[in-house]
Every structure is written in C-alpha cells, then in structure tokens.
C-alpha cells in the first residue's frame, strides 16, 4: 500500500513544485523589461485567469474519480467514455470562455482592480491568452483521466513538458523574436496547444485501445453522463464557495494596508508550498479509493485511507516544525526590512496551517475517489459560513490575526466534517462498491 501511495504522490509533488517556476521565469522576464507596470501585468493576467478556471476544476476531479473506478472494475469502455465527456465538456466550456472574453475580461479587472497602466497590459495578456482555453480545459480532463487510470507520471510528464515548452517559447518570442511583452503571452499560448498535442500523441501511443472506443464524430454525446454531470455540478458549487473566501481574504489583507497585504501574501505562499505536497497525498487518494472502490474492495479501501492518513501526518510534522521558524523562507521571499519584521508575530499562524488543513487535503482526495462530492460540498458550505460569522464577531482590536484565526478555523471545520460525514456513511463506501 505504501508503495502504490508513493507511485501516485511523488510524480503529483514532482508536478507540482514545478508551478511556480512557470511563474518565477514570467516574471524575471517581465522584470527586465523595463518598467514595473509589465510585472504588475503578469501577476494580473495570471490572477484573471485563475478567476475564471478556478471554477472549472472539477473537470479534473470528476473525471479522476469516475476513472479509477472504472480501472478498478476493468471496464475500458467505461473508462473511455469518461475521458471523451471530459474532454468535450472542456472543449465546449473553452469556446464558451472565448466568445464571452469581453465581459469575462472587465469582471476580472474589476475584481481585482489594477491600476490604469498595469490594465492595459493585462488585457493585452488576457486576449492573447485566452486562445489557449481549449487546450488548458481538455488538458485538465487528460490530467484526471490519467491519474484515474493509476498514471501519475504521465499527468507529470505533461505539467512539466507544458511548463518547460512555455518557458522556452517565452524566452525565444521576448528574445529571439523581439515581441517585448506580447512575446510572455504568445509563449504561454503556443506552450498550451503544443501540451495537448504531446497530451494526445501519449494517450494514443500508452493506451492503443483509445483508438477503438473514441469516434471524433460522437465526441458531444452525452449519453449516460447523468452521473458525471452530478458529481462535477457538486464540485463546482464547492469551488464557487472557495473561490469567494480566497477573494474575501485577499480583499480583507488589501484594505487593512500595504504592510498587512505583503505580510498575508508571505504566509499565502507558505501555505500553498504545503499544500503542493499534500496534493500529492490527496492524487493518491483520488486514484487508489476510486480503483478499490471499482474492484469491490472496502476492507483495502480503508486500509489505503488509514496510511494516507500516516503519510500526510509525517509530511504536515515536518512543515509545522519548519515554518515555526519562517525567518528563513521569508527572507527568501523578500528583502523588505519593514515587511519580514511586521510578518514575525504571525510565525504561529505559519506552523498551524499544515495542521490545521491535513485533513481536508487528505479526505479531498478519498471522497474525489469515492466521487461523494456532495459531501465535499457540504463540507466547504458548513467552513465557509463559519469563515465569515468568526471573523465578523472576533473584535477588530486583534487587527490581521482575526483573519488568519478565522482562516485556520475554516480549514479544520472543513476537515471535522469531512470525518463526521465519512464515519457516519461508512456503508457508503459498501454501496459505491456494489454499483
């Protein structure tokens, strides 16, 4: 069981740590061009898209879930029809985001509200961008088939050969082609469609049988997709509420300050280095319960709960005692004098973020498994609600630490009722099995 939890998680973590780079690259390029509006820009473009495909993610986390079931009952034909519902329902949303760029662009901007200089760049990043739609959302669908059928590596072989191509095309158009700031964007656009060509040419080559069961000319039937359209409505509701409270934390650090704003981005970074990690623990959930589920096997599908249990608890151990101390990752991050000394009193709320969020990552990926998304749901409602009522009632005397109290509250309750729902449904796992 540990063996096939590190097979899954270690590519999923390989993939992840390689998300930042992508943007670090971005910006050094952007930094060099000649005025900071172009670094603005990046981090602007960038955010106007994680706003609009941040509620699309169940079209990865669906089509994981279903096909690791349909692995685990051998059913290829299953597994098939999962993977061209995915795509086709990717494809379609892409076309959808294409057409309505305008409005979707404006709301974006009036979100997250840049300056008039930074906005003109930035929409000029977003209409470039924004033609490499289909291939970033069917990719997400490949990415989910992949870890479904138990291939972690082939999902990482594609982050990094897209993050790779993109860095190298950036460079060359900015460069080599003198494109200037349009060059960033025309790398990210070229990299998106040459990855879901690589993407095709593995899934044709690995899974020959593809060929067979997939028929271009049937790729928007829908039928039998009542279940998929079930679980993934669920997720994106769940998304939606994650979506407003990360914007609401954002928006809190933004009026509370400059000072304030740079000190919650610190933490934000140090959280999501954590959870890249527990993705990865989360990846295997996603793949291993699905197959156990498939195959009928509950007595192996609880045993592979309890040691991802063990694996997310030796990795949130060794994060909370390294970012007790964050000087370090903070010096890392800045040079600011001002900033790492107003980010020092919060060295606790860093050491409390793994611990407070471990079990939500870890039952994402167990309930993604056993596609119960409507606990999934329930469990970002309940945290979500409580985010806000906390932090309106804590007193504004304890300024920012009432929004971090409030944020590792939100994780654990997200993460107790999980457990409450898994536990009191355990005979949900025998029915899913018996499907």
């Known amino acids: 069981m540990n063996r096939e939890i590190f097979n899954i998680a270690f590519p999923a973590i390989v993939a992840n740590v390689t998300i930042p780079l992508l943007g670090l690259v971005d910006t050094a390029i952007a930094g060099h061009l000649g005025a900071p509006a172009f670094i603005g820009a990046i981090a602007v473009g960038s955010m106007m898209f994680n706003l609009v495909y941040w509620n699309f993610g169940f079209l990865r986390m669906s089509t994981s879930g279903m096909t690791a079931q349909a692995y685990g ?100 158009c900015v460069y080599a082609l003198h494109m200037g700031f349009t060059g960033i964007a025309t790398g990210t656009l070229v990299a998106e469609w040459l990855g879901l060509a690589g993407s095709v040419i593995y899934l044709l080559g690995r899974y020959d049988w593809l060929r067979r069961m997939i028929d271009l000319g049937n790729m928007l039937n829908f039928d039998g997709a009542r279940r998929f359209f079930s679980v993934s409505a669920d997720i994106f509701l769940r998304s939606l509420l994650m979506m407003v409270m990360n914007l609401a934390v954002v928006s809190i650090g933004a009026r509370s300050g400059d000072l304030i704003l740079a000190v919650n981005a610190l933490i934000g970074q140090l959280n999501m280095f954590f959870a890249y990690f527990l993705d990865g623990i989360a990846f295997a959930g996603e793949a291993l319960v699905g197959k156990y589920v498939g195959r009928h096997d509950v007595q192996r599908l609880r045993q592979c709960v309890r040691r991802l249990f063990v694996w997310a608890g030796w990795l949130t151990a060794i994060f909370t005692v390294a970012y007790a101390f964050p000087q370090l990752f903070f010096g890392l991050l800045t040079d600011e004098a001002n900033v790492l000394e107003a980010a020092l009193p919060y060295r606790w709320w860093c050491a409390a973020l793994p611990v407070a969020g471990m079990a939500a990552f870890v039952w994402d990926g167990v309930f993604i498994g056993l596609t119960y998304s409507r606990g999934m749901l329930w469990a970002v409602a309940v945290s979500t609600a409580l985010f806000f009522v906390i932090y309106l009632a804590l007193p504004a005397s304890i300024g920012n630490h009432r929004l971090w109290l409030a944020f590792v509250i939100d994780h654990v309750m997200r993460g107790a009722v999980q457990t409450l729902l898994y536990y009191k449904n355990r005979l949900y796992q025998t029915k899913m099995a018996k499907k």
């Open 73 to 172: 009952a051998s059913d290829q034909t299953a597994a098939a029809r999962i993977l061209r519902q995915a795509s086709a329902l990717g494809l379609l949303i892409a076309l959808a985001i294409v057409v309505l760029q305008e409005p979707l662009q404006w709301v974006a901007l009036a979100i997250i509200g840049p300056s008039d200089e930074v906005k003109v760049l930035a929409l000029t990043y977003f209409r470039i961008v924004v033609w490499g739609a289909p291939p970033t959302l069917v990719m997400m669908g490949i990415k989910g088939w992949l870890l479904g059928m138990q291939d972690s590596r082939g999902a990482m072989f594609i982050s990094i050969g897209v993050n790779v191509v993109n860095i190298a095309a950036s460079v060359l």
